[in-house]
Structures are given as structure tokens and as C-alpha cells.
């Protein structure tokens, strides 16, 4: 038994440190692909232009990195966070599974764009209409981005945090950035989509704060501490044959 405890912290141990590494890599690759793509998402006629095709090449594989830590988060934390509520567990993992589906789908749009220009440029066509399809490409990837990384994110980011909060496995000056965080980032989202202030406005900025300082703080404690106990499923058995009389 107590070896099956030992095996079970240590799988816990292991499981933590990559879900800390895996949201340190989220917060770098997402950073590092919207540095990346800034030619692209500049407003300028990219098509048009010489073109940074290198740059939004590695912005892409950025993104993919990003896609794969989003999930891999989810299948780290599940085995540890199912004990404590399967269904919570199992959702915050199926939203973390559409947040980078929904990057995916950003990402396949600019590279779509990358695409036009190489035709424009190697067959000399009138580049206007491709430009103009570029800008609409450029549009799904704003859509995306505000979907995924934001409304999405955000209730991802409630979901873990409350789970965490309840549980105490995690100090609470951590978790409360999260229930904070999570609201916030999405009413952000909605006031981006009704276009009361820009998505990488003053606001929009702001409202994104809580998240990245829940999920660095989240990742360094992941990484250097751990969950505070092991997280246990309730005993279930009955105690009726414990307390029942032996038989003769």
C-alpha cells in the first residue's frame, strides 16, 4: 500500500513539473507568434510588399507549440485533478482541446496568406484581389485569436482555478488570480467583440494581466513545489462489514 502511495506521488510529481513547464511554453510561443507575425498583422498590403515570409513561417511553428502545451496541460493536470472532480477535470480538459483547435484554425489562415503572396510574386498576377483575400484571412486570425486565447482561455482559466481553489492543493493567493482572471478576460473578449475598445488596446492589455500573472505564478509552483498533498478520491466503501460481526 504505502508503495502504491510512493508511485502515486511520484507519478503526481512528474505530472506537475510538465504541466508547469507546458504553461511557461504556452505564455513564451504565444508571445513569441504575435511578435512574429507583426509584418503580417500590421495592416499593411503584405501581399503587395516584399513579404516576411520567414518571420510568419516561424510565428506558425510558434503557434503549433503553443496548440500542443494548451493541450498538453489538460492531459497532464487530468489524472491529478479528476480525483478531486471528474467532470470539472474532464471539461477543463475538452475547453483547453478547443482552445488550440481554435489556434490551429488562426494559424492555417495565415499561412494561407503566405501562400497568395508567393503566387502573386512568382506568376506576376494583378495582386489587388489577392491582397484582398489576404486581409480577409487576416481577419479569421484576429477572430480566432480573440476566441481562443481570450474568451475561450478565459473559461478554461475559471474552470482549473475554481477546481484548485476548492481542493487547496494550490495556495489561494494563486488560485484567486484565476477566479479573478477568468471572468475578466472574457468580458474583455465580449467588449472586443462588440467593438468597445481594440483587443490589443490599453483595456484589452489590462484585462489580460490576471491571466499571464495566474499562469506564471501557477507554473513556477507547479515546477518548484508541487500540489501541497496528494490529490485523493473520497473513500467510498461502506464501513457496514468493518463494524459487522465476525462470523463463527
Not at 486570425?141 to 494550490?170: C, E, K, M, Q, Y
Request: proline share 5%; aromatic share 6%; net charge positive.
Amino acid at each position: 500500500m504505502n508503495t502504491d502511495r510512493q508511485t502515486d506521488r511520484r507519478t503526481d510529481r512528474r505530472n506537475s513539473v510538465a504541466a508547469g513547464v507546458l504553461f511557461l511554453i504556452t505564455e513564451v510561443t504565444a508571445m513569441a507568434g504575435l511578435a512574429l507575425y507583426r509584418p503580417l498583422l500590421s495592416g499593411s498590403d503584405y501581399v503587395l510588399g516584399a513579404g516576411a515570409d520567414g518571420r510568419v513561417l516561424l510565428g506558425a511553428l510558434c503557434e503549433v507549440a503553443l496548440a500542443l502545451a494548451v493541450v498538453g496541460t489538460g492531459v497532464m493536470l487530468f489524472p491529478i485533478l479528476r480525483r478531486q472532480h471528474e467532470g470539472i477535470a474532464l471539461g477543463y480538459v475538452c475547453v483547453r482541446l478547443l482552445e488550440a483547435v481554435v489556434i490551429v484554425l488562426g494559424l492555417v489562415s495565415l499561412l494561407a496568406v503566405v501562400t497568395l503572396r508567393r503566387d502573386a510574386a512568382a506568376h506576376g498576377t494583378d495582386a489587388q484581389p489577392l491582397a484582398a483575400a489576404a486581409r480577409a484571412l487576416v481577419a479569421v486570425h484576429d477572430w480566432t485569436f480573440l476566441l481562443g486565447p481570450n474568451l475561450v482561455l478565459g473559461v478554461n482559466t475559471l474552470l482549473l482555478a475554481a477546481l484548485l481553489h476548492r481542493s487547496r492543493v494550490i495556495p489561494r493567493a494563486i488560485t484567486v488570480l484565476g477566479l479573478i482572471g477568468g471572468p475578466l478576460i472574457c468580458a474583455s473578449a465580449v467588449a472586443v467583440l462588440f467593438g468597445l475598445y481594440g483587443q490589443l488596446s490599453g483595456p484589452g492589455t489590462a484585462a489580460a494581466l490576471p491571466v499571464f500573472a495566474w499562469e506564471v505564478s501557477l507554473a513556477l509552483w507547479l515546477i518548484i513545489r508541487g500540489f501541497r498533498t496528494p490529490a485523493t478520491a473520497p473513500t467510498t466503501a461502506p464501513r457496514q462489514l468493518a463494524d459487522a460481526p465476525a462470523l463463527r
